[in-house]
C-alpha cells in the first residue's frame, strides 16, 4: 500500500501548479482522499478531500475557489489543482487515504511546492 506524491517545485505568484497522487496497493475510489500541506515551522492542515462516490469535495476554507481536488479512478490517482499561487502556500504537500469505516490510513512522502519570484 502505497501513494506516491509528484508536480511540486518552484512557481512564481500568480501561476499554477497540478500536483498528483499515484496509488498502490488500494483502489482510491474506496476510500476517502485528501491533501494536506505542511509549512516550515507550522503544523500540518488539511488543504481538500474528496468522498469515497467522488461527489463530495470539502476545501479549507481560504483556499476553496483556487485549488480544486479531483480523481481518475483509471489511473487510480488524485489530483490538486492550484491556481494564483502566492507565497503563503509554499509548503509540504501531502496525500492521504483514509476510511471513515475503518482505521486504514496511508500518507504519501510529500511534494514540495515553493512559491517565490
Known amino acids: 500500500v502505497q501513494l506516491v506524491e509528484s508536480g511540486g517545485g518552484l512557481v512564481q505568484p500568480g501561476g499554477s501548479l497540478r500536483l498528483s497522487c499515484a496509488a498502490s496497493?488500494?483502489?482510491?475510489?474506496?476510500?476517502?482522499m485528501s491533501w494536506h500541506r505542511q509549512a516550515p515551522g507550522k503544523e500540518r492542515e488539511f488543504v481538500a478531500g474528496?468522498?469515497?462516490?467522488?461527489?463530495?469535495?470539502k476545501y479549507e476554507d481560504s483556499l476553496e475557489g483556487r485549488f480544486t481536488i479531483s480523481r481518475d479512478n483509471g489511473r487510480n490517482t488524485v489530483y490538486l489543482r492550484m491556481n494564483n499561487l502566492r507565497p503563503e502556500d509554499t509548503a509540504v504537500y501531502y496525500c492521504?487515504?483514509?476510511?471513515?469505516?475503518?482505521?486504514?490510513?496511508?500518507w504519501g512522502q510529500g511534494t514540495l511546492v515553493t512559491v517565490s519570484p
Open positions: 492521504k487515504g483514509s476510511s471513515r469505516y475503518s482505521d486504514f490510513e496511508v
Open positions: 496497493g488500494f483502489t482510491v475510489s474506496r476510500y476517502t
Open positions: 474528496i468522498d469515497m462516490t467522488g461527489t463530495i469535495r
